[in-house]
Structure formats: structure tokens, C-alpha cells
């Protein structure tokens, strides 16, 4: 059934329950540096952007006839979908664990680690297992809760990883594990 007017707060909790029946796991573990880009992405929405897009929007509004000020349906959509990743921040940040220290045992592969893993043809490949709110694929950060993540963890140097990828099964050695920022 299609959706017509409603609520966006309706749409979010649906969205939620339909993760939480996929069984998608989403992780609250974050680096420091994790949480204080959103921590700070957090309050530059809230302090400074919302209050722009409020003044920008009452200004549209003023401007009279709203079904066709342009300005006025755009400040709308922008001050709806700033609201949105405002409350999700102010949602997520709570319960978000910082994890700001090495495991015990550093020999091995935890949240937090930077692996360097060789694959079958020798081609190096460095990643950092870090939080969901953190995924990044340029610097390499890969989600804990990513099939390559969970492969790798508790594994050490020199253990050999099989994984199943779109261009079929691939074997990758673990070549160093390190845990320094």
C-alpha cells in the first residue's frame, strides 16, 4: 500500500522495526574520535545550521503567496531533513559505548584494530574495524558488525581468513594487527 501524507516520526519507527526483524545488527561501540565528529556534527546542526534555516524559512514565508515560493517549499524540505539527522543524532549519541583503549590481549584483532591482511595475490589491504556511525571506505574503516569485520575478530598475525565475496570465496592473511591512533 503506497504511503501518502504522514507523519516523518511514523516512517523512522517503521524503518526501526524493520531492522530490528531483519536482524540487522547495529553496534552502539564508537572510536573517541568517532563520537566527537558526531558529538560536534551534532551541535553545528543544532546551534548554528537549524537556526539559520529557521530565520531563512520565516523570511521565505514572509514573502506571501507559500504554494509557490520556491524558497519557501526548499527551507521547508532543508529545516525537515536537518530535524531528521538531528533527532537521530540525539537518539544514537546516548547509547553509543566510547571505546577509547586497547584490549588486553593487543596481539589479536578487536574493535578498534588497523589490520593490514595480503589476499591470494599478494595485494596488501589495510582497514580499521570501527563503530556503524563511522564507516568511511577511503581510510578503510569498516563496521564491526560488516562480514569482513566479523571474520577477522580474535584473529591474530599470520591466521588465514576464508570469506565470501561477490566474485566468489577469497582466502586473506592477517599480516599485522595494530591498535595506535
Partial sequence: MARGWGREADFAADNEDQIARAGIARSAYITRAGYE??????????????????????????????????????????LRELDRRVRYLQQRLPELKVVDRPPADASRIF?????????SENAPRRYRIVGADEIDFEPG??????????????????DVIALKLPVGEREFEVVSVAYSE
Fill in 141 to 158: 574503516y569498516i563496521s564491526v558488525d560488516s562480514p569482513m569485520a566479523r571474520a577477522l575478530l580474535k584473529k591474530k598475525t599470520g
Fill in 111 to 119: 574493535f578498534g584494530a588497523r589490520v593490514e591482511l595480503r589476499d
Fill in 37 to 78: 565528529r558526531l558529538r560536534a556534527e551534532y551541535q553545528q546542526l543544532w546551534g548554528v545550521r537549524r537556526p539559520e534555516v529557521v530565520r531563512a524559512l520565516a523570511a521565505a514565508a514572509a514573502e506571501g503567496d507559500r504554494s509557490e515560493n520556491a524558497e519557501y517549499i526548499y527551507r521547508k524540505k532543508e
